[in-house]
Structure formats: C-alpha cells, structure tokens
C-alpha cells in the first residue's frame, strides 16, 4: 500500500481495515504474536500517510478494538527501523514495534547485526530482531557492484545472539525476521544455491534446534 491507494485514515477504517481483517486475520497462518495479529510497514510511509503522529496512534487504537472484536488482545504495527531507530511511533504508550528489512553491509559480521539490533531496541521500541544473510548489489546496477554474502556460520551465530537477548531484554520479542527466504532479485537468500548449498538452512536449523 503507497500514497496512490491508500486515502488516509478514513479510507483505513471505511475500506482497508475490513479487507486486512476479513480476508487476512482469519486466515490460519497469518503471523499473530501475544494474540494480535502483526502488520508490517515500510519505509515510514504510514505515519505520513495517516497524515501525522496523533492521528496514526488514534487509528491503531481503533483497530486495537476492531481486533478485540473478533477475539484478539489487539494489533501489533511494526515499523521498519532499518536506521537504527523505529519511528514516529515511539513513546506512543505501547503502540512501538520496529524491524529491519536487511542489514546488508553489516551482513558479513554477527557482531555488527547484533549492534544494529541493539541499536534498534534502545530507540524505545519493541523489536523483531533480524538476521541477514547478505546482499546482492547487482540485480540493482548495470554495473558489477559485488556481493556481501555472509558465512552460514555468521547466521548462526547472530540467531543465537538474539535468542540469548531474548531472556534478558524486554525489548527483544520472541520473533525473528530473517531476510529473506527467496528474494534472489533482491540477492537476499536463505534457500538452497550456489553460494552455500544448504548451508544456512543448516545453520537456521542448528541454531533453532
């Protein structure tokens, strides 16, 4: 959803909230964390869209109530905090989540993804903690711009990072984005290729287990 299709907060709660709810949360598979469905935003956009910061907080409360209608506790929004803070949203009562999208350049080193990870958290937010396991620049450039793909031990290492902050930091929810699972357009990938074989699978698979 952009600035083309969405009519702001109106538009939300007439048209779009309905959709996402009826044809989205009743589905069996939809992500639902602490019993609210989780909604992810991208960019910043949805802020600006709903035409400011008290108008969007007011509108999360409205659907917070649309989802305890239909037997949830609430909604989760999560903003995309990719630059180390999560937005407009902080210190907006519990209504902050944040996640990021990729690490790229910090990809290579565990230690780096779990600096922005806590970088992230000490904005004020709740975060979902991610895990990247590099970026590939070409499918964006005409040019040979390289490739920063880590090693599967890397991704090992930083979930287990984040598992351990899991039991220590209240910030850290009990979720993992992982970017990304088959994006090869992007050159993000978790799934089998040339680069590692199955190498992090493998390692998701140790990591988790």
Not at 10 to 20: A, G, L, Q
Not at 65 to 86: L, P, R, T, Y
Not at 92 to 101: G, L, T
Not at 156 to 162: D, K, P, Q, R
């Amino acid at each position: 959803m952009g600035a083309d299709t969405i009519g702001g907060v109106e538009d939300m709660k007439k048209n779009i909230i309905p959709h996402i709810m009826e044809n989205f949360f009743t589905q069996p598979n939809y992500l639902v964390y602490e019993n609210k469905p989780v909604v992810f935003t991208y960019a910043g956009q949805f802020v600006t869209l709903m035409g400011g910061k008290e108008q969007t907080v007011a509108l999360i409360d409205y659907w917070n109530e649309e989802c305890k209608k239909m037997g949830f506790d609430g909604i989760i929004i999560a903003e995309n905090g990719q630059s180390g803070v999560s937005g407009d949203l902080v210190g907006s009562d519990n209504q902050a989540y944040a996640y990021s999208y990729s690490w790229q350049y910090d990809a290579r080193n565990s230690q780096k993804q779990m600096a922005r990870n806590d970088l992230m958290a000490a904005s004020g937010a709740n975060i979902i903690a991610n895990v990247t396991m590099g970026w590939g620049r070409n499918p964006w450039t005409e040019k040979d711009a390289g490739e920063i793909f880590s090693e599967p031990s890397t991704t090992y290492e930083t979930i287990l990072g984040i598992k351990e902050k899991m039991k220590t930091d209240p910030k850290y929810t009990k979720m993992i984005l992982m970017t990304c699972w088959d994006e090869y357009g992007e050159g993000h990938f978790f799934c089998p290729t040339r680069v590692h074989g199955f190498g992090y699978l493998n390692a998701v698979r140790a990591a988790v287990t």
